[in-house]
């Protein structure tokens, strides 16, 4: 079928048509509800935060954005921000993925005096810093670490109320919830960025402060920083230092799993490990490491269990004391029946050792899949007739 020819007039039906539905929603943007002097204010200082260094040190949008263009950022994008969209609701016909555009664009022509720093392009369409941004690492020395939120607490205000309260005690730039970034869930604490290290410091003295029924715990970030590493937690980005070398999460929860499956290079583990053998069919993994960890602290057991036979891994060096205490007529019991103990030969550590690196490595890489790895930890720490290949089954 032949396409259906318009007319010149027909055609210019339309664009008028469409040119009027652009003008109403245009027409009632701007005639949308004033704001109060609260939320100029409010918005005035949005503005100025999404072009301060203390949002752009850590805002790698923006960052990446005013970059592109010699520092220009188009005012349509900034309408695409949550704040500004709460700020300047979208109006009825519109885009409802954008604030209030019109409206946004009059304010900040209106309002540029107040946007200290900020200028407008010839068309008006675009904004940016008056003088560039030179990244710094003195935020360091300003900002301090707040404990103790629940890690439940709904967190939808929390950046505001927190900027409201810790202004009491300085200038607050910016303040930062701290996020979980593998289960990106809330982890309970913030980060206040301070004006000056005086304020900080003053702050972070304090042995707590009472905020909304909570009591929180303050420190500098240094310290907080320098108290992980002491204790071998991981550091998360956003409390690293500059020019220092950290391992991603993957690397840190391997290395915690080499040490406390004690499989480091060139340590023996003969001191520690007692083999277990004939196990009764009705034994499952579960029942092993139960039983193992009355008489010490299991780190790792290796169970075959087509030839009924378990390696364990202590993590201290009792293993003499246990095959002495059950290697003679008092026998260990697991799952109602006596079983054998004995020393682990060189060539027995060498299958352990062999066998934990390979659980190590396949966590290690499940992790960067959370389905992949809900099922892997899962199949090793069920220690049923299930594990998959029916022969080794972990803990």
Known sequence: MAPIETSEKENQVVNDAKQAGEDAVATKALNAPQLSEQDQAAAVRQLKHYFSDANLTFDKFMRTSIQKND????????AKFNRV??????????????????????????HLSELSGLELNESEQAIRRTEPFVASDDWYDRTIVVTGFPRDMNTSSLIDDATEFFGQFGTI?????????????FKGSILVQF????????????DSVEFEQHTLGTAMVRDYHDQKVKAGDFISEDIQQSGQEYPSFIEWKKSKRIASLGVGEGKSLVDNLVVVKGL??????????????????????????????????????????????????????????KVEVSAATKELEDEYLASAKRFINHISGSDNNNNSNNKSRKRFARGKSGNRGGKRQKA
Not at 71 to 78: A, E, F, K, R, S
Not at 87 to 98: A, C, I, N
Not at 173 to 185: D, F, G, P, S
């Open 71 to 78: 520092g220009w950022i188009d005012i349509d994008t900034l």
């Open 173 to 185: 730039e910016l303040v930062r919830r701290r996020i979980n970034a593998h289960t990106k869930k």
């Open 195 to 206: 004006a000056t290290t005086d304020e900080a410091k003053q702050l972070a003295e304090k």
């Open 85 to 110: 969209k709460q700020l300047f609701p979208p109006v009825e016909g519109s885009d409802k993925s954008l604030a209030n555009v019109a409206a946004l664009k009059a304010f900040v022509k209106s």
């Open 280 to 337: 009764p069919e009705s034994a499952g993994l579960a029942d092993i490491k139960t039983r193992m960890n009355e008489e010490g602290i299991v780190a790792f057991v290796d169970f075959n269990k087509a030839k009924r036979q378990a390696i364990v891994n202590f993590k201290e060096a009792i293993a003499a004391k246990v095959i002495e205490k059950y290697g003679g007529e008092d026998a260990l019991e697991i799952a109602g029946e």
